[in-house]
Nanobody, 124 residues
Framework: QVQMVESGGGLVQPGGSLRLSCTAPEGTSSTSATTWFRQAPGKEREFVATIRRGTNTYYADSVKGRFTISRDNAKNTVYLQMNGLKLEDSAIYYC????????????????WGWGQGTQVTVSS
């Protein structure tokens, strides 16, 4: 399986913004969706957002209205624009790919090719 490559994490103050990037080295034509999950210390990995082929997007309630997932097919890259960051957004962010049905798109078991993750730290 080809692993995705995440980048763009860093340290930001509460209320700040970051844009994460997720690149598929060999493209994602074989899969219908790309997703972002995150994992904070001592917590389980949780769903953040998914974008399906086309423009269908799905968000966790905790990030809806603050985060935006988008894609640039020419660059084989999916972005996660994060605005209004909160302390509780601190985590390692991972991206993956898959062909989830609607009822499973918030489950990490529906995806594969997870990258190494990128650290996001929100702190004053």
């Amino acid at each position: 399986q080809v692993q995705m490559v995440e980048s763009g994490g860093g340290l930001v103050q509460p209320g700040g913004s970051l844009r994460l990037s997720c690149t598929a080295p060999e493209g994602t034509s074989s899969t219908s969706a790309t997703t972002w999950f995150r994992q904070a210390p001592g917590k389980e990995r949780e769903f953040v957002a998914t974008i399906r082929r086309g423009t269908n997007t799905y968000y966790a309630d905790s990030v809806k209205g603050r985060f935006t997932i988008s894609r640039d097919n020419a660059k084989n890259t999916v972005y996660l624009q994060m605005n209004g960051l909160k302390l509780e957004d601190s985590a390692i962010y991972y991206c993956g790919r898959g062909n989830p049905i609607t009822s499973s798109l918030r489950s990490q078991d529906a995806y594969w090719g997870w990258g190494q993750g990128t650290q996001v730290t929100v702190s004053s």
